[in-house]
């Protein structure tokens, strides 16, 4: 299996980079800044794993990035979206041209980014021959609880995510025709460099609404994303999946 990963170069992205790698995959990846994070990574798995820099907000960049993963290994067998922005953008600031700046950026990344790469892998992997469980592509998006509850302080970054959830189960339902299965993660709280002002501030309030006591690690996630990549569980095509210790359960 050969998988492309947007944002591996740290945080959940570096532990999906990591966990499809030890699952025996080839992994192309991608960063925005961080350039060396995303070599060291590069060296230390060593073969089968290429990275390149790529701004999902920037669509004419999009296809050579699927057509340089495609000339790396040969096909894209799953695609996992998992670049975003997580930035405060409350509703009682007094800036408009802020308010109106955070949901424009928010949305170009979250969401049309992600939706105008999905659509060019898809391209490709109509195109693959289908494998044993006559599948030709997997899509996996990196949701969020905030999809689901809503947020705060950060409307903008909850309101792209749901629209990413939807956006699943459209292409689940559009593209099973076609052997392409969709499915979406939905992290809540997880120890990450995005999550680590608010934990900073508030972790005690976090893992208090947490019942298992504790905020999630990047590996958690990781290995329900490696999971939904191997196969296993295609027929549940257009499914959420929850990984938030059952602080958010629907």
Known sequence: MNGLVTGGSRGIGEAIVRTLH???????FTYVRERDGAERLSRELGERVACARCDLADADALPALVDEC?????????LVNNAAVF???P??????????????????????GTANLIWLALRTMRKQPADPNGTRGRIINIASRAAHRGELSYADYGASKAAL????????????RDGIVAFAVAPGFIETDM????????????EGEIPSGRVGTPG?????????ASGEADYATG????????SYVR
């Open 22 to 28: 030890g699952a025996g995959h080839a992994v192309f």
């Open 70 to 78: 495609v000339r790396s290994f040969g096909r894209v067998d799953a």
């Open 87 to 89: 930035e405060e953008n």
């Open 91 to 112: 509703f009682d600031g007094d800036d408009y041209a802020r308010w109106r700046a955070g949901w424009g950026r928010t949305f170009a990344i979250n969401l049309f």
């Open 165 to 176: 959830v939807n956006l699943t189960k459209s292409i689940a339902r559009s593209c099973a």
């Open 195 to 206: 999550a680590e002002a608010d934990l900073a501030r508030d972790r005690q309030a976090v």
């Open 220 to 228: 958690d996630v990781a290995r329900i994303v490696a999971f939904l």
């Open 239 to 246: 499914t959420t999946i929850d990984v938030n210790g059952a």
